[in-house]
């Protein structure tokens, strides 16, 4: 059982950055495929990025390929999403998930353990 909290969001104006963490209980944290998805208002929840468990690959949704950056800190039970350059698009709920399995899905069914969300809100 994995426990996911998220802290980070709120509300900046477009072209702004915001770092979002997730911080994970347990012990097992390195053995999970960890990632992001979103969710706006009237809209499916979606894939934004992730992370592998061993080498620390990356993948990322084309909305996030060159503005936002996932990565981990598996001493610390951590696993990060920089977003820079946002826009009035990118505003939404946030979740961090965790998967028993390798990372390379971005579907939300594959993943195991969800955190409650940060909210995420771009100004124009």
């Known amino acids: 059982q994995v426990q996911l909290v998220e802290s980070g969001g709120g509300l900046v104006q477009a072209g702004g950055s915001l770092r979002l963490s997730c911080v994970a209980s347990g012990r097992a944290f390195s053995t999970y495929t960890m990632g992001w998805f979103r969710q706006a208002p009237g809209k499916e929840r979606e894939f934004v990025a992730a992370?592998?468990?061993?080498?620390?690959?990356?993948y990322y949704a084309d909305s996030a390929k060159g503005r936002f950056t996932i990565s981990r800190d598996n001493a610390k039970n951590t696993v990060y999403l920089q977003m820079n350059s946002l826009k009035p698009e990118d505003t939404a709920v946030y979740y961090c998930a965790a998967r028993k399995g390798a990372a390379g899905t971005s579907m939300v069914s594959e993943y195991d353990y969800w955190g409650q969300g940060t909210q995420v809100t771009v100004s124009f």
């Open positions: 992370i592998s468990r061993t080498y620390g690959s990356t």
